[in-house]
Structure formats: structure tokens, C-alpha cells
């Protein structure tokens, strides 16, 4: 019993405590009575007339919840029920492995464009969060996917296929939030130099006290949009209006949210709204969000037509000085925007 394990899947058979490093302190923990919990707690919105002659009626019905609610759920988004039931499908059977088949995938390095790893970054943070994580890099695919794990054997085909149809959806919510700010269909596109697209498969084993630590605390997403596949069991809860509300599963629809990225692009306009994942007594979670995101060199700052008799809010800036600074500075509640203000007055 001397060797220590890695990874949390491996170290939480048949605890009845959560161990001290993963207790929050009193003030930061997930107070399951005052949490929110009712249908409808961030719009629903059908994408299947988003190429049809009521296409502007959907592009105001995003706009308003970027402008809302920062987030918003999607159907009829074009990604079959096969693609999303094979990917939770690989994504289970890869958490399953035995763990020595599992670590070989093993790296505590944020800059690591594949690895498997544990909490958020266990190099920064002061409290572990009860969560695994396989974190890989997917655009260009032919760039990245030999890094992939190759066990289980179809992993790479399936992820593969998952990752170019999140992309696909990315593009189109991407050219709708585009017109919704009233700029070109392509803005966001051409602001985004090469493109990037990372995933995360999270997964979060059940606890045995999950009211005193958290899946992930509460974080804005530093990228540009996220979308979201989660397997049936609840966790998502987003901040609105002070108020943590669970975001609860609807089979075959993804979760949408706008990240800091967007935040800046629109000067404000559209807000990267906090968000966290608790855990729960009984019950495994798998989710899988697609941060789509700019390449490292692309220099992001609000859109010129946004910036009025007001200001620009942020100084321009390479996405690769955001991202560093996001995994460097542990998940504070504060965003990581602060450090990107301009210096006007
Ligand atoms: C994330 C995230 C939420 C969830 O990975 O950034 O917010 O429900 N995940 O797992
Ligand atoms: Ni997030």
C-alpha cells in the first residue's frame, strides 16, 4: 500500500471520507440546499431553421442568451445520436481500463498538448477537485491525433470523428454569434488566425461527501465557445444572477457557453459567465467539453465596429499569453480578464 496512486479513479475504491487535500474551506463549498433546480434554467434553442429563411430569428434568440444568460443549450445541431452515443461510449471504456493501462497517458504539464491528469493543475492549486481528466488537442487532427491513446483500438477513430463534428457545430454557432453582434459572418472566423480545438473528457467518480469539495470549482472558460456532451447524470451548475442553477441533462443536446475570448471580441457586450461541476454519492459522471478556441498566435482585442463612443475594455493580446496565464494561476473565481484590461481611463 506504499505506492501512491496517480490518478483519483484509482485511489477513491471503497473510501468513506473524502481525504483532507480535497475539502474546501467552509465559505467555498457547494451548499446543495441553495442551489436552483428547475427546467428551462438556460434557454433551449433549435438550430434546424439556422440555414433557413427564419435564420435571423435564431440569431437573435442566441444573441440574447450570450447576452442573458452566457449560455444556452442546442438541438437539432446536426450531430447524429450515433456520433455522441459512440463518443460517451469510448470515452467510459477508456476510464475503465485497468489503471496501468491508463497512466501511460499520465502528465501533471499544462503545456502538454495530450495527457491524462487529475484535479485542475496540481502544480498550482492549494485544494484537489474530484475529477480526472484526459485533455487533448484536436485541430488540425492529422497534427495531433497519433498522440492520442491508442487503447481502447478505436479511440482514436471515434474521437476523430466526434472532434470534426464539434468543429463543425463550433463554425456555424460561431458565424451566428457573429451576425448576432452585427458584424460580418466571418469576423470571429478570420479572428481566430489558424483556429484551435481542444477536449476534455472529465470524469468524475462518485464521492462519498460530495458537500464538501467540487468537480471543478467555479471558472469561466478562457476560450472562445465550449460545447458541452455530458452523459445523464446531473452536475453542471452555472452562476445567474447570484444564484448557482443546475443545469440538467436533456439526451442528445449539447451545452453551449460563451468564453473570455468572446467576452473581449464583443467589448463586454456578451458575457464568459462562471460555472462549476459538483459530484454526487451514487453515480460516475462523464463530460466532454469541446473548447474551441484561437491559435496561439492569434492577437485577440475587442472588434473595432464594437468599440462605440466608449472604449475599447481589453488590450489586445496573443491567445497564447491568455491561455499560460489561465493554467498558471489555478481556478480562481476571479476571472482571468483582469490581467487583459486596457489602461484607459
Ligand atoms: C469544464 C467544465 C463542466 C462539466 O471542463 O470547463 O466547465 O459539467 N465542465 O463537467
Ligand atoms: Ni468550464
Given at each position: 500500500m506504499t505506492s501512491k496512486q496517480l490518478l483519483l479513479s484509482d485511489l477513491?475504491?471503497?473510501?468513506s471520507c473524502v481525504p483532507s487535500n480535497y475539502i474546501r474551506p467552509t465559505y467555498d463549498r457547494p451548499n446543495f440546499h441553495e442551489v436552483e433546480s428547475f427546467d428551462g434554467a438556460i434557454p433551449l434553442i433549435d438550430l434546424?431553421?439556422?440555414?433557413?429563411?427564419t435564420r435571423s430569428d435564431i440569431i437573435k434568440e442566441i444573441g440574447l442568451a450570450c447576452q442573458n444568460y452566457g449560455f444556452f443549450q442546442v438541438s437539432?445541431?446536426?450531430?447524429s445520436e450515433a456520433v455522441i452515443d459512440k463518443m460517451l461510449h469510448i470515452s467510459r471504456e477508456f476510464f475503465h481500463l485497468p489503471e496501468s493501462e491508463r497512466v501511460k497517458?499520465?502528465?501533471?504539464?499544462?503545456?502538454?498538448?495530450?495527457r491524462l491528469s487529475t484535479s485542475f493543475n496540481l502544480r498550482t492549486e492549494n485544494v484537489s477537485s474530484w475529477r480526472d481528466y484526459l485533455r487533448l488537442h484536436c485541430h488540425p487532427l492529422e497534427d495531433y491525433?497519433?498522440?492520442?491513446?491508442?487503447?481502447?483500438?478505436?479511440f482514436r477513430e471515434v474521437a476523430a470523428e466526434y472532434c470534426t463534428n464539434a468543429r463543425g457545430l463550433a463554425r456555424r454557432l460561431l458565424e451566428a454569434i457573429s451576425e448576432s453582434l452585427g458584424?460580418?459572418?466571418e469576423y470571429i472566423d478570420r479572428a481566430l488566425g489558424k483556429h484551435g480545438q481542444h477536449m476534455a473528457i472529465n470524469y468524475y467518480p462518485p464521492c462519498?461527501?460530495?458537500?464538501?469539495?467540487?468537480?471543478?470549482?467555479g471558472h469561466a472558460d478562457p476560450n472562445v465557445i465550449t460545447i458541452l456532451l455530458q452523459d445523464d447524470v446531473p452536475g453542471l451548475q452555472v452562476l445567474r444572477n447570484g444564484k448557482w442553477v443546475a443545469v440538467n441533462p436533456i439526451p442528445y443536446t449539447f451545452i453551449v457557453n460563451i468564453g473570455d475570448q468572446i467576452q473581449v471580441l464583443s467589448n463586454d457586450r456578451y458575457k464568459s459567465v462562471l460555472h462549476r461541476a459538483v459530484v454526487n454519492c451514487d453515480k460516475e459522471r462523464i463530460s466532454i467539453p469541446t473548447f474551441y478556441c484561437p491559435s496561439p498566435d492569434a492577437v485577440i482585442g475587442p472588434a473595432p465596429q464594437l468599440?462605440?463612443?466608449?472604449?475599447?475594455?481589453y488590450r489586445n493580446f496573443a491567445y497564447s499569453e491568455y491561455y499560460e496565464k489561465f493554467w498558471n494561476?489555478?481556478?480562481?473565481?476571479?476571472?482571468?480578464l483582469d490581467g487583459f484590461k486596457s489602461s484607459h481611463p
Open positions: 477513491v475504491a471503497g473510501m434546424q431553421s439556422l440555414n433557413g429563411p437539432n445541431h446536426g450531430i497517458n499520465y502528465s501533471d504539464d499544462p503545456m502538454k498538448t495530450m491525433m497519433q498522440e492520442w491513446p491508442s487503447n481502447p483500438p478505436s458584424l460580418e459572418k462519498p461527501q460530495p458537500d464538501l469539495t467540487y468537480g471543478l470549482p468599440i462605440d463612443i466608449d472604449h475599447a475594455h494561476r489555478g481556478l480562481a473565481t476571479e476571472t482571468c
